[in-house]
């Protein structure tokens, strides 16, 4: 699954340390995030939403058919 989360973390100037402390995960989870070897349960998910204030489809992308 493809995502937006490095864009929009850069984006606010936060760190991958920063952006794991506000989402109550490690620094690893945002790192596996990013770069695709991990996707979010639906909870987190929710809460990367809520934080950057966005829709869940507005972060994660649909890989491509």
Same mark, same amino acid.
């Given at each position: ?30 790192? =596996? ?19 950057? =204030? ?12």
């Amino acid at each position: 699954m493809n995502n937006r989360l490095r864009e929009l973390r850069d984006a606010r100037g936060w760190s991958q340390a920063e952006l794991a402390q506000r989402l109550e995960v490690s620094r690893q989870t945002v790192n =596996a995030l990013e770069t695709g070897k991990y996707d979010p349960s639906l909870p987190l998910a929710f809460r990367i939403a809520r934080l950057f =204030a966005c829709r869940i489809e507005d972060v994660f992308l649909p890989d491509a058919a």
